[in-house]
């Protein structure tokens, strides 16, 4: 067995238009007791210094690229790590600071090496120290989570987020890399998913700590988001074709699927406030719209080269 001091690991991090709070990401990801071996940044052309301050910095490797959204910079970053031989990968957001044991502590679970470890993933808080909401993952069985909290270990869970994951690359072997076509939202839940789908298993480590600073901890953002804005149109979008996943693993059933995201389509319809320009005719039509693109989406998964 390998010691796990020997692995080789790469960070990515992903951003546009994040400036100052990159710079705080990335000297947390610096900090950190158990050192990176590359840290690789993935900026979607921002246009607010970002390049500048990227190309002052000498232990960084800075990928620019036309902004191709979350998904599309963790591509690009998963993709090079992959190719470059790396072990494990560990994803991050611009905007998530990481405690500085928060490599350590994924690492030295004993889930690190199971044989079939799909990905580790860290507890992350919003600013204020209360949970984020955008990075709860989702639980699996709830025996094996009430067996887990009792024993005091990483609990089992099916889907989280790119705010702190960490994977190795046999995953990217079997399963290929995460899928460009999302955009933004819903890549990281498609990605796991599509892991415990091929039998890996997934871990949430309590004792590893990030937080995150995005603007608001709202568990229903699509409630106040413009329906023009890109991150309501994918994001729906991509929430209606996660539902049929989780659906299909969890349940072998494409038609709860197809009710789990018409469920979602609605209590977004029922619980969002009408502004002046909008109107309820308009909002189910662009609903509608979004969950026949749900159901029909296929995103294309690209795997590497054998």
């Given amino acids: 067995m390998i010691n796990k001091d020997n692995y080789k690991i790469a960070a990515v991090v992903v951003t546009y238009n994040r400036l100052e709070l990159l710079k705080e990401c990335v000297e947390s990801i610096r900090n950190q007791t158990r050192k990176l071996d590359e840290i690789i940044v993935i900026n979607n052309s921002s246009s607010d210094g970002t390049l500048g301050w990227l190309n002052e910095q000498t232990d960084l490797t800075v990928i620019t690229q036309e902004n191709s959204g979350s998904a599309g ?25 990481v405690d500085k044991y928060a490599l350590e502590e994924l690492i030295n679970t004993d889930e690190f090496s199971f044989d079939m470890i799909g990905f580790l993933t860290s507890t992350i808080y919003y600013k204020d120290n209360g949970l984020a909401y955008s990075n709860i993952p989702e639980l699996g069985n709830p025996y094996n989570l009430l067996t887990s909290i009792s024993n005091h270990k990483p609990i089992p869970i099916i889907s989280a987020s790119f705010g702190s994951l960490l994977f190795p690359r046999k ?35 309590i004792k590893s700590k990030a937080y995150h600073f995005n603007d608001v901890n709202n568990p229903t953002p699509y409630l106040n988001i413009k329906v023009e804005d890109k991150r309501f149109i994918y994001g729906v979008r991509n929430m209606v074709y996660i539902a049929l996943l989780r659906n299909r693993i969890t349940h072998n059933s494409t038609l709860r699927g197809y009710f789990s995201g018409l469920g979602f389509v609605m209590k977004i319809y029922s619980q969002r406030e009408i502004n002046n320009s909008e109107s309820r005719l308009k909002l189910f039509l662009k609903l509608i719209i979004l969950y026949i693109k749900g159901v029909t989406f296929r995103p294309t998964i690209l795997y590497p080269k054998r």
């Fill in 73 to 97: 910079g963790q591509y690009t970053g998963i993709k090079t790590a992959y190719e470059k031989g790396y072990d494990w990968i560990w994803s991050l957001d611009c905007d998530v600071i």
């Fill in 171 to 205: 995953v990217i072997t079997e399963v290929g890399y995460p899928t460009k076509d999302f955009f933004i939202w819903g890549d990281d839940a498609e990605f796991t998913l599509r892991i415990i789908s091929s039998n890996f298993k997934g871990f949430i480590v």
